[in-house]
T-cell receptor, first 119, second 112 residues
Framework: DARVTQTPRHKVTEMGQEVTMRCQPILGHNTVFWYRQTMMQGLELLAYFRNRAPLDDSGMPKDRFSAEMPDATLATLKIQPSEPRDSAVYFC?????????????????FGAGTRLSVL | DQQVKQNSPSLSVQEGRISILNCDYTNSMFDYFLWYKKYPAEGPTFLISISSIKDKNEDGRFTVFLNKSAKHLSLHIVPSQPGDSAVYFCAASQHPGYALNFGKGTSLLVTP
């Protein structure tokens, strides 16, 4: 049963500390997304990659957030330094995007999320 | 600014009846629309999608209707079951495979 795996599931940290969240996309998927869910904003895009190349990171605070894909099986989201306003649930999603002109479902499959609390 | 809006935060429906969840969008470039379902402590799971070339898509008990002129879509669940109780998110993108713009969700409660 293929699924997106996110670690850790929960993280409590103090303001100023570095936080690293990891995501293992579904094997064979070529697109990885990072979303954040808060009560105020709902689900919002932070960044996404296709074939490991960043396509859009306009939703990310550049001064403290960074997203990378060291290889096709791992995506990371780092916050340094963390602040209380970063407290949220962070979701990773992956999908197989075909760019051959055929309209396909191109569904995004979500992990269970990392719940981050910054005190 | 929120480009996808779900104006009803919650909805309660009796088992066996129809559930209708609504969604409005403002960006006329959106071409592809999806509904996701989310249980507590889990990630959203894909439910059904529709592209802008269609006005209806059906999958079992779930039907999505798209009215492009009104920039409105709706999800119909018939008949509703207690297991359908979850938060439903409407999402839209400019192309399949692009990042999704989500609404804030509607919490559906189906009572026996």
């Amino acid at each position: 049963d293929a699924r997106v795996t996110q670690t850790p599931r929960h993280k409590v940290t103090e303001m100023g500390q570095e936080v690293t969240m990891r995501c293992q996309p579904i094997l064979g998927h070529n697109t990885v997304f990072w979303y954040r869910q808060t009560m105020m904003q709902g689900l919002e895009l932070l960044a996404y990659f296709r074939n490991r190349a960043p396509l859009d990171d306009s939703g990310m605070p550049k001064d403290r957030f960074s997203a990378e894909m060291p290889d096709a099986t791992l995506a990371t989201l780092k916050i340094q330094p963390s602040e209380p306003r970063d407290s949220a649930v962070y979701f990773c999603a992956s999908g197989l995007v075909r760019l051959a002109g055929v309209v396909a479902k191109n569904i995004q499959y979500f992990g269970a999320g990392t719940r981050l609390s910054v005190l | 600014d929120q480009q996808v809006k779900q104006n009803s935060p919650s909805l309660s429906v009796q088992e066996g009846r129809i559930s209708i969840l609504n969604c409005d969008y403002t960006n006329s470039m959106f071409d592809y629309f999806l509904w996701y379902k989310k249980y507590p402590a889990e990630g959203p799971t894909f439910l059904i999608s529709i592209s802008s070339i269609k006005d209806k898509n059906e999958d079992g008990r779930f039907t999505v209707f798209l009215n492009k002129s009104a920039k409105h879509l709706s999800l119909h669940i018939v008949p509703s079951q207690p297991g359908d109780s979850a938060v439903y998110f409407c999402a839209a993108s400019q192309h399949p495979g692009y990042a999704l713009n989500f609404g804030k969700g509607t919490s559906l409660l189906v009572t026996p």
